[in-house]
């Protein structure tokens, strides 16, 4: 089991719908990351929080909207999705301001746009 | 240009035989980290091993080593006495400056442990 928990695991949405993924860890890691990836692709960064405020965007749509309510949650929040936004959702932590130690990540959330 | 490239695209292994998984990675900055992940068809990223620019000696952890070639630019993974389970997607990915705390990724190597 991973200690980076995400849910859900699965989600099919429709183009109009809202939704939220969640992110949880409790290693208190101050940095939280989501990373999209497609299939058989390597992940790509989102966003990056530090000490809850947001640190990077790597110029990601509107229609995905980051939270960090506290420093052990992670929200993405979805709205007006594409089909091309059908993809593995994975979060993930680490310490923050440490280079040497790795991302810890969860299993992630499989997104399908209908 | 690409930050991190692994050419093999896939391998096949027998079981209990060692593997090399290659990665090379590209950065004007001193001061960096490597790392290898590894997804099952699963999904979730477990991560193996690191590598800082400044260690003197290659990095260890269990049946995984690093054969880190600082002056080629090349961090490859060595799997010692393949198990089945091995038999994964294997990511290399590495993070530029100290402190920073953006992955890069490569584009990955399917590894298949043949019984």
């Known amino acids: 089991d991973t200690e980076v928990t995400q849910t859900p695991k699965h989600l099919v949405m429709g183009m109009t719908n809202k939704k939220s993924l969640k992110c949880e860890q409790h290693m208190g890691h101050r940095a939280m990351y989501w990373y999209k990836q497609k299939a058989k692709k390597p992940p790509e960064l989102m966003f990056v929080?530090?000490?809850?405020?947001?640190?990077i965007n790597e110029s990601v749509p509107s229609r995905f909207s980051p939270e960090c309510p506290n420093s052990s949650l992670l929200n993405l929040h979805l709205h007006a999705l594409q089909p091309e936004d059908s993809a593995l959702y994975l979060c993930?932590?680490?310490?923050?301001?440490?280079?040497?130690?790795?991302?810890?990540f969860g299993d992630g959330t499989r997104l399908s746009i209908l | 240009a690409q930050k991190i490239t692994q050419t093999q695209p896939g391998m096949f292994v027998q079981e209990k035989e060692a593997v090399t998984l290659d990665c090379t990675y590209d950065?004007?900055?001193?001061?960096?980290?490597l790392f290898w992940y590894k997804q099952p068809s699963s999904g979730e990223m477990i991560f193996l091993i690191y590598q800082g620019s400044y260690d003197q000696q290659n990095a260890t952890e269990g049946r995984y080593s690093l054969n880190f070639q600082k002056a080629r630019k090349s961090t490859n993974l060595v799997i010692s006495a393949s198990q089945l389970g091995d038999s994964a997607m294997y990511f290399c990915a590495m993070r530029e400056g100290r402190g920073a705390q953006k992955l890069v990724f490569g584009q990955g190597t399917r590894l298949t442990i043949n019984p």
């Open positions: 929080y530090s000490y809850e405020k947001l640190s």
């Open positions: 993930a932590s680490s310490q923050a301001g440490a280079g040497n130690q790795p991302q810890h």
């Open positions: 950065t004007s900055d001193p001061s960096y980290g």
